[in-house]
């Protein structure tokens, strides 16, 4: 056992750290639970997600369930929110990130949720599982348009896409080999649903059709035959410059923020070390994302980089609803949160504004969706109703939280975090806390909640 | 009435089918007017929606009520219907723990329950069923139980505690009252039903978890006829499994659904539909997707809320009554003797 694993075991900053990047935060709770465990094995619990810890299955189908995606995204909510399988879920949304496929083309909410499905189901699994579940998905065929793809009138949109946007990145590919690609998928359809009306959606599933798929001699990456979207997805998953590309990609998700995608062929990675490290392991491995995970969420390099990375709008809300608890069992009311909340924000799931997935970092917030997230934070917080916020108000009361204004701020910075602050924050925080003693105590510690929240740290992860 | 000595079964064909997308989306209860009226009620439930459509077995749109909301007369998560002799209707909701009544018009008329684990209070109350008297049966979900009041809802009693054991529930669902009294519960977690006797004594069970015949996934309704024949709504099976009154398997309904009438003319004027229903492979729409509820009449209609596919489908039972001799005296063990 290492040094820094000791000190792991009762570090519940680092704790915080870690459900913050690998799921949507824990409450304080839940972090006292999780202390008594080494931070590895904490790790590996959260690589290793099993049924038994997740929402059980029979209890979504009992209590939610709809036709419009807001139903759907309402359930992937609560999941978010309640299974302790948190990177699961993460590593779900993760993956609507990078194979962004978006309902305003495909109309079809059950393909867009059974793509969902997919990713919870594949997400932690290998590149090549994942790549091929991917191009046998219905909603991502029709929305690349692969299902135009044709024998003889090949369709390169979505051969285009799988290099530049899903595993390679550009300038790791020539134009022959988009083609030659999209030659090896010809053929790749799906069965057709019947109609909306009059009985609802009804699934569909991949088709392969050999009299629509080109049998003839291709090149792609310097390998020649009779290749297929099978083989063409070998090759990829065997280039350095995938296990790079993706390596990035779970780095600018879980880490660190780094530029946008199309400007990682010019910038280098801000941690070229971990970067190095994560492609190593997925290259060692034959392309295992469990593998390449293991490597980032252990590394030095993530244990420090807290408070590095804007939330996203999914985080934000899931991270505030787990917090204030009134979701905590099933109950109406999540859908708002996905129909409304979080694309006022700027992210609409199932949404995608296009195949490159949404701008992360600091593009998530400008003037107004700044003003969206802090309202938010502090109308759901200011309800001290809400069971998740009045565990918070008995805890700090029941100690001596309250005895001065340093030790209020620290106890309600420790309460929902832990969490750390600039100065100027923290002295903002401090002069709150000092012109509000004598007041009641329930109703300081809301206050001084809603102040909490409102501070530009809390938009960080 | 008294139950047949015996039932010479002729089949039990599939009827017709009701309702279709935007008329009776996500069906989660049906209930049934007086007999011979053909008059119905759907309950609609999916997130951010709740409503009761007014139906006939003719296929006929009579118009909606129901408005989502926390206030007394709207509804949040409603589970179960059911329609007293003057046609007023009574739903069950599992978010706001509480029963409300409407009149056949949809003007509310009182509630009563309240969040809790004492007498009269619930935690997600879930399926409900009449006795003779028009007392109400409510299984009380999350407490693990059933409770019995009278229609204005005075506590009469209630029994049930949570496990797997006699009389012991885990989150069970719906319920039914035979015409004898006795009452069955769908002991949902525990993948069985168990059967009481009107004052909660209780009386046999049946069914364990699986999806073979006479197995359950997830049962979420029960309904008896007046033969005694049980039926079991296995929503996670996609089926409605038949027992007769010993619980011995008979049979199993799978879906066998065409276009309502409702849908036909719909279709009649939409082209893109047609073109794309053409292209598909159709026998999957037969099929039941996720049932929820189920109803019986005294004339042999068994009624499914198709859940997944917006719609009831509608069976009809054909089974002749058999005098003692018609029907010989019960065998020890099977036979291989033809006669």
């Avoid at chain 1, 285009?160 to 022959?176: A, D, W």
């Avoid at chain 1, 609409?348 to 490159?356: A, I, M, Q, S």
Wanted: hydrophobic share 35%; aromatic share 10%; glycine share 8%.
């Amino acid at each position: 056992m290492s040094t820094s694993a000791v000190e792991a075991r009762t570090d519940l900053a680092l704790l915080a750290h870690l459900y913050r990047r690998a799921g949507f935060g824990a409450t304080r709770e839940q972090l006292d639970r999780l202390a008594a465990r080494d931070y590895e094995d904490t790790v590996e619990f959260l690589l290793n997600p099993t049924p038994e810890a997740g929402v059980p299955d029979d209890e979504i189908a009992r209590y939610m369930g709809g036709e419009a995606p807001h139903a759907y995204t309402a359930t992937w909510l609560f999941r978010m929110i309640n299974s302790e399988c948190q990177l699961q879920e993460k590593m779900a949304l993760f993956w609507h990130h990078v194979f962004a496929t978006g309902l305003a083309k495909n109309e079809h909410a059950l393909a867009a949720s059974s793509q969902i499905e997919m990713f919870r189901r594949n997400g932690l699994s290998d590149m090549r599982t994942i790549l091929l579940d991917l191009s046998h998905d219905p909603a991502m065929i029709f929305w690349l348009d692969n299902n135009e793809n044709h024998n003889g009138e090949p369709n390169e949109n979505y051969g285009r896409e799988l290099l530049e946007l899903f595993s390679l990145g550009v300038g790791n590919y020539t134009e022959i080999d988009i083609k030659n690609a999209a030659r090896a998928f010809t053929g790749w359809t799906f069965t057709q649903p019947t109609p909306l009306y009059p009985h609802g959606y009804y699934p569909t599933e991949f088709r392969f059709d050999p009299e629509d798929h080109d049998n003839g001699e291709k090149t792609f990456l310097g390998k020649t035959g009779n290749l297929d979207g099978g083989d063409i997805i070998d090759i990829i998953v065997e280039q350095p410059s995938c296990a790079r590309f993706i390596s990035r990609h779970l780095y600018n998700f879980f880490v660190a923020d780094e530029p946008q995608v199309p400007t990682w062929n010019d910038l280098p990675p801000q941690d070229p070390e971990l970067v190095d490290a994560m492609s190593k392991a997925f290259l060692d491995s034959g392309g295992e994302i469990r593998a390449v995970l293991r490597v980032m969420f252990n590394s030095d390099s993530f244990k420090d980089a807290r408070f590095k990375k804007v939330k996203s709008p999914t985080e934000l809300v899931v991270g505030v609803l787990k917090m204030v608890g009134n979701h905590d069992n099933f109950r109406p009311g999540l859908a708002k949160y996905a129909e409304s909340t979080t694309v006022v924000m700027g992210q609409k799931l199932l949404d995608p504004p296009t195949v490159e997935g949404w701008h992360t970092g600091k593009e998530w917030i400008d003037g107004g969706n700044l003003t969206e997230r802090v309202n938010f934070a502090v109308g759901e917080i200011g309800d001290g109703s809400s069971p998740g916020i009045q565990r918070i108000v008995d805890r700090l009361l029941e100690g001596d939280s309250l005895s001065s204004p340093e030790s209020f701020v620290d106890s309600i910075l420790n309460a929902i975090g832990p969490i750390e602050v600039e100065e100027p924050t923290r002295a903002a925080l401090v002069k709150f806390a000092t012109d509000s003693e004598g007041d009641d105590d329930r109703s300081r510690v809301v206050r001084m909640l809603r102040l909490t929240v409102a501070t530009p740290e809390y938009q960080f992860a | 009435m008294a139950r047949p000595y015996g039932l010479l079964r002729a089949g039990f064909p599939y009827l017709k089918t009701l309702g279709m997308r935007r008329l009776t989306n996500f069906p989660v209860g049906i209930a049934l007017g007086p007999e011979g009226t053909g008059r119905m009620f759907i309950l609609c439930r999916q997130e951010g929606a709740a409503l009761v459509r007014k139906y006939s077995f003719d296929d006929e749109d009579g118009g909606t009520f129901g408005e989502v909301g926390d206030e007394e007369g709207k509804l949040q998560w409603p589970v179960s219907i059911i329609a007293d002799s003057e046609e007023n209707v009574y739903i069950s909701d599992e978010a706001l723990d509480r029963i409300s009544s409407f009149d056949s018009d949809g003007e509310f008329l009182a509630c009563f329950g309240e969040p809790g684990s004492g007498e009269g209070q619930f935690n997600r109350p879930a399926g409900m069923a009449f006795d003779a008297d028009e007392n109400i049966y409510i299984v009380d979900s999350m407490n693990h139980r059933v409770q019995k009041f009278a229609k204005d809802g005075q506590f009469i009693l209630g029994w049930g505690s949570f496990g797997d054991g006699d009389a012991q529930f885990d989150m069970p669902w719906g319920i039914t009252v035979d015409e004898l009294g006795d009452v069955y519960v769908a002991d949902w977690r525990n993948d069985r039903i168990q059967k009481f006797s009107a004052d909660g004594e209780f009386v046999m069970k049946f069914g364990t978890s699986g999806s073979a015949d006479g197995e359950f996934n997830r049962p979420t309704d029960v309904a008896v006829d007046l033969d005694g024949d049980i039926y079991v709504c296995d929503r996670g099976n996609n089926r409605v499994q038949l027992f007769n009154q010993e619980a011995r398997y008979v049979e199993k309904f799978l879906g066998a659904a065409t276009l309502s009438k409702i849908g036909r003319e719909y279709m009649m004027t939409n082209a893109s539909p047609n073109r794309i229903r053409d292209m598909a492979v159709l026998e999957p729409q037969k099929f039941l997707r996720q049932p929820r509820s189920i109803a019986v009449d005294a004339a042999g209609h068994l009624f499914i809320t198709d859940t997944g596919s917006y719609r009831v489908q509608v069976y009809q039972k054909e089974a002749i009554h058999l005098e003692p001799h018609q029907f010989a005296p019960p065998m020890r063990s099977v036979t291989l003797h033809q006669e």
